[in-house]
């Protein structure tokens, strides 16, 4: 009788010594507490967001999934790079379709460089080789 006194004795003994180290009691914090995992922008501030950005953008989970908050500021950052580059894109557009009917209005060649000559009505696109074969 007297080994089973001791070893429940023992036993409340070890229990309570294990309880007060992980609660923190008896003037030493054997477990720290830990802040809240929080969303911290990993999108960059100071350039447009790419696909490498998207691929490495990990959101922090909470006892239920993702947090809400979190996922709503990353998709509302992304909608917004996504709204302001088709606004560019549209811009772009326009304004290639206006010099392209400029130039089918005024008959200038779009792909002409800046050092060409003129074409003239008589001219093949290899008539220079054929001077050349001509005059040897």
């Not at 993702?66 to 811009?91: K, P, T």
Request: proline content about 7%.
């Amino acid at each position: 009788m007297r080994v089973f006194w001791f070893l429940l004795l023992t036993m409340v003994v070890v229990v309570t010594a294990v309880t007060l180290a992980v609660v923190g009691g008896g003037g030493s914090a054997v477990l720290q507490d830990v802040p809240p995992e929080r969303f911290t922008d990993p999108l960059p501030a100071t350039r447009p967001v790419g696909r490498a950005d998207v691929e490495a953008l990990r959101l922090p989970m909470a006892l239920r999934g993702y947090r809400m908050v979190d996922v709503d500021e990353a998709l509302s950052r992304l909608g917004a790079e996504l709204a302001e580059r088709d606004a560019r894109i549209a811009e772009l557009e326009s304004a290639l379709a206006g010099v392209q009917a400029a130039a089918v209005t005024t008959g200038t060649d779009l792909f002409k460089q800046p050092g060409d000559r003129p074409a003239e009505p008589g001219d093949h696109p290899n008539s220079s080789d054929r001077t050349e074969e001509n005059g040897r």
